[in-house]
């Protein structure tokens, strides 16, 4: 019978070597440093090494620090990937008062650190030098994590990691406690939310608490997509995107996605929800989960998370903001399907206009003249505004109705027709005739 003996070695494989013949020398156990050993070989030529057994193995969490093991050899099989030996300077440490590493991304030769209040950049397998001037140099080392630098401004990534999407070399992220979302790319860390947004990411992040930032790259749409979702049910998710190529926050979206991510020029998110589910003898909640492919042709439009949507887009008309204006129509460019549900400035507001019908008699052409709905000249569809608002002292009124909407800004609000079954309804853009208001 083959003997067993009792190997203290760690930061190993254990190789066991039984022999078809009984003779107890022939079975063996050795300490292997390679994935594929001598397994099947008679003997070993492994000479004896020295090693240290501690007993108290006690756990120590380094919040703010890294370390790296030895290397893979693909060539040799030698994998020491399992090896952090305590006696050799394998860890980094970060600056402690920025706050936990919450996240890190490799990228070509060096590697970025993310923690709470700050972002660095490790240096991998080389170091850096500085002039006399300061100026830092790389240069080769045999270092694998070199010199630690950090970029400038006071920004981290907080406590979500979630937020984080990367396409090319711009990496996106928030900073929930400066209300900020930020871009690290090559000329270092920017505002993003300062394009228009301020105020808005400042209430939003600020209110976000133990909640989560979800972020995801579009790269059909080359977005920077974000959603906001925060613990509490009282405040209401927020999902929106930016475009960097108009430097703006370009849209918001009604879903509220798990995960968000690019495959292969593909757009897809991931929804979770607790379900109950029988197993045996029991009813347990479990996680669901599915996936989605966005701008699919092959689906039915505006359907998302098992619900049916309704197309709107929300538009804004602020020219001239210090003027008191009299918006007198409404136009768009697209397809026929579009109708006006609403028209709000910060004093009237506008009756709602049809979806444009195309009349196929003379009959339905002058039924078509009374009604208010869009009218079709040039491949471009327009519409008078019809003020719905109470009159006030001063104002002259003609007829049942005020024709023009005065304001000094507007609030629009179009809707797609048969979403699900009208296929592709385009809308490229929408625009305002106005006045200076005489009152």
């Known amino acids: 019978m083959a003997f067993q003996i009792q190997i203290k070695y760690y930061n190993t494989y254990v190789l066991k070597k039984l022999a078809a013949s009984t003779i107890q020398d022939r079975n063996w156990y050795i300490e292997e440093a390679r994935i594929r050993g001598g397994y099947n070989n008679v003997q070993t030529g ?20 890294i ?5 893979f050899n693909s060539r040799t099989g030698i994998n020491q990937s399992n ?17 936990s590493i919450q996240k890190l ?29 300061g100026v830092p140099v790389q240069t080769t080392s045999n270092v ?76 059909h749409n080359k977005c920077y997509t974000l959603s906001l979702q925060p613990s509490s049910d009282v405040l209401t998710p927020e999902t929106l995107s930016f475009d960097e190529n108009i430097r703006g926050w370009t ?19 991931t929804t979770r929800s607790v379900e109950k589910v029988k197993r045996f ?37 602020n020219a001239n903001p210090s003027l008191v204006k009299t918006f007198q129509t409404i136009n768009y460019e697209g397809a026929p399907n579009w109708s006006m549900t609403s028209f709000v400035t910060n004093e009237d507001q506008a009756n709602s206009v ?17 009604k208010n709905e869009f009218k079709r000249k040039e491949d471009k569809y327009f519409a008078d505004l019809v003020n719905t608002s109470a009159f006030t002292q001063g104002e002259v009124i003609f007829g049942k109705s005020i024709s023009g909407v005065k304001g000094f800004f507007a609030t629009v609000l179009l809707e797609a027709t048969n979403t699900a079954t009208s296929g592709t309804n385009e809308l490229f853009a929408v625009s305002t005739n106005y006045k200076e208001s005489s009152y």
């Open 251 to 269: 849209s918001r979206y009604s879903y509220v996605p798990s995960n968000m991510f690019s495959i292969q020029n593909n757009f897809y998110s």
């Open 144 to 219: 694998v994590i070199g010199a630690i630098q950090p970029y400038a401004g006071e920004f981290g990534i907080s406590t979500n990691p979630e937020s984080f999407a990367v396409y090319g070399y711009r990496k996106y992220f928030t900073d929930a406690r400066q209300g900020s979302v930020l871009r690290l790319s090559q000329d270092g860390l920017t505002e993003i939310s300062n394009y228009g947004m301020y105020d808005f990411f400042r209430d939003q992040l600020g209110s976000l608490s133990s909640g989560k930032a979800i972020g995801g790259y579009d790269i």
């Open 83 to 99: 090896q952090f030996p305590s006696g050799q300077d394998i860890t980094r440490t970060v600056d402690p008062s920025k706050g």
């Open 354 to 370: 049809s979806v444009f019908n195309m009349p196929l008699s003379l009959a339905q052409m002058e039924n078509s003249l009374l």
């Open 46 to 65: 492994l000479s004896p090494r020295a090693f240290l057994v501690s007993e108290d193995n006690a756990q120590e969490s380094l919040s703010n620090s």
């Open 281 to 317: 003898n029991d009813s347990s909640s479990v996680l669901i989960g599915d996936i989605y492919e966005h701008y699919s042709t092959n689906v039915t439009r505006a359907f998302f998370y098992k619900t049916q949507f309704v197309s709107q887009i929300k538009t804004i008309f």
């Open 67 to 71: 370390i790296y093991s030895g290397i």
């Open 105 to 133: 991304y490799a990228e070509d030769t060096n590697l970025t650190i993310f923690q709470e209040r700050k972002v660095n950049r490790a240096l991998i397998d080389k170091d850096a030098i500085y002039t006399q001037e």
